[in-house]
């Protein structure tokens, strides 16, 4: 007999704001079906172990609460720290300004993957903006935007390309930058791969 075959769910939780009714739905769902919850590194839930076939139904059982879940071609969801609804250093409500980002960008179509994005309310960086494709860090003369920053075994730290940056000024370096990646992309790749191309629009600051 084959081995029933299991797959995860991943669910997004922008800002890393889960919805209450999102997360007693996962609850009841993960204990009915003994399914595992893991709260993923990029502020995602995964619902881990979930039988294949019932897959489709616990997903239109959270999608009728409002959830969204990951999946190719879509805009990625920004990490996003704390900010100033609960961190007395922000210089930005971070939540605030994911939201205006998924605004504009959120329904994208076709976007290329591997590129993940942070943004941080101060220059603590708990959101690791530095270390990402794209990362915005808010300071008291406005955002520093960095590009191709990344981690794993050969860390690199981002370029900065903008400083004292207002947010409409933010909004336009990701629309490029997500056009340029996904103009220059086949299928997948990070952006610091792209730093070195003779038509990357912007230059170090
Ligand atoms: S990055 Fe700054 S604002 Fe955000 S949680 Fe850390 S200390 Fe607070």
């Known amino acids: 007999m084959s081995e029933e075959k299991k797959v995860n769910i991943i669910v997004l939780v922008p800002a890393g704001r889960l919805p209450l009714d999102i997360m007693a739905a996962a609850h009841r769902l993960a204990e009915q079906y003994g399914l595992g919850v893991y709260l993923t590194t990029v502020q995602n839930l995964r619902l881990t172990g979930v039988p294949q076939e019932i897959a489709p139904a616990i997903k239109k059982e959270l999608a009728s609460l409002g959830a969204t879940f990951k999946g190719p071609g879509k805009f990625l969801l920004p990490k996003v720290c704390a900010g100033a609804e609960q961190c007395n250093l922000a210089v930005i409500d971070t939540v605030a300004m994911n939201q205006k980002i998924l605004d504009k960008f959120g329904d994208l179509p076709n976007v290329k993957a591997k590129v993940k994005m942070a943004i941080?309310?101060?220059?603590?960086?708990?959101?690791?903006?530095?270390?990402?494709d794209i990362g915005l860090m808010a300071t008291k003369k406005g955002y520093e935007v960095f590009v191709g920053g990344k981690g794993g075994p050969s860390p690199k730290i981002g370029k900065r390309i903008a400083k004292g940056a207002d947010e409409e000024r933010v909004l336009e370096i990701i629309g490029e930058l997500v056009a340029f990646h996904n103009r220059k992309t086949e299928k997948k790749q990070r952006m610091f791969t792209l730093l070195e191309d003779s038509e990357f629009p912007f230059a170090e600051v």
Request: hydrophobic share 15%; net charge positive; aromatic share 0%.
């Open 120 to 132: 941080s309310g101060c220059p603590i960086s708990c959101s690791n903006p530095k270390i990402t």
